[in-house]
């Protein structure tokens, strides 16, 4: 296993700003940087802009000013059509227009071999293409009711088929395969056929996890993946999210290469979880970075910095499944609600 520091950045974030038109100062001046491979939990009270950040990243809320860098493809190039052009990507459609790679794709490529990709410079088209890249997993699971647990996962794939594909929703072989393996991967082999409005809490984050890894992403943003579910569940929906994240570093069972790891945001409503399955940890207090490090440093202190005043001791020993909501201030943020339209849109646009 190589250091961290050897990694090659997944994700980078200078001085993100976001100011809501109601005045409302979500985030401000946020920098980061996320090597490939980890499984970053980002905690801090209702309000204080976790959601705002995810959804600044692939600009489903535009920042308001700052940088948003999406680190080097791992995968082949993808071409004007949007199939991608290499022979790990499932998809063989033999179609074929010019490459990213070529000058003709202009400021809009989104898959520059070895370059990090600017994501707040993108025109609409490069934003979808680069949105590819980019896997989504909310809370409220967004998925689409009617169809089965399959067509769910495989909608993770529409981004990169042919509009006539999509339309008459046909999928490559090679994608359905691909499906079955996910769908094996996270528990659910035997509930394929399923409608997804039959499925409990913890199947359709299942689902959702599934479906994400279908677009093959590099970086997977996650949304408050346990916020409706129980202790156990939770916890196993964490450990699913960091054995995929590590999985994806091995090539283990994807049939491809080695890479260097599926990176991971995950905000979190619960620090005991957070303590337990993240590899570092961001503490956001009113659109501010106000902790970055391992999730041992943790302390009394730094979460009263968090969160402010309140009584940790029973927050500290994650071991213990029953404690795993203490923690939290009991507000919740609007967050916790039915879907917002940007769910809405993520739907939509799947
Ligand atoms: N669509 C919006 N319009 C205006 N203000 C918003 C919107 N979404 C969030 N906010 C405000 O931005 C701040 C951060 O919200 P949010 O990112 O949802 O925080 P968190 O996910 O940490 O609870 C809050 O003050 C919230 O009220
Ligand atoms: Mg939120």
Known sequence: MTEPAERPTALRLVALSKRYRTGDQALSEVSLSVPAGQVLGLIGPSGAGKSTLIRCINRLVEPSAGQVFLGPSSGPPVDATGATTGPNRGVHEGTIAATTRGAAAGADRADAPGRELELTGLGRRGLRRARRRIGMIFQEYALVERLTVMENVLSGRLGYLPFW?????????????????????????????????????????????????????????????????????????MRLLRGVCAEAGTGQGTGTAPGPGLAAIVNIHDVALAKQFMMRVIGLRAGRIVYDGPPEGLTPAVLTRIYGEEDWGPTLPAEDEGLSTTGEPSTKGESQGPLRPTDQRIVEAL
């Open 165 to 237: 594909r999509s339309w008459l929703r046909r999928f490559p072989p090679n994608d359905v395969a691909e499906a079955f393996r996910l769908l094996d991967r996270v528990g659910l082999a035997d509930q394929v056929n399923k409608r997804a409005d039959a499925l409990s809490g913890g199947q359709r984050q299942r689902v959702g996890i599934a479906r994400a890894l279908a677009q093959r992403p590099d970086l997977l943003l996650v949304d408050e993946p346990t916020a409706s579910l129980d202790p156990k569940t939770s916890r196993q929906i």
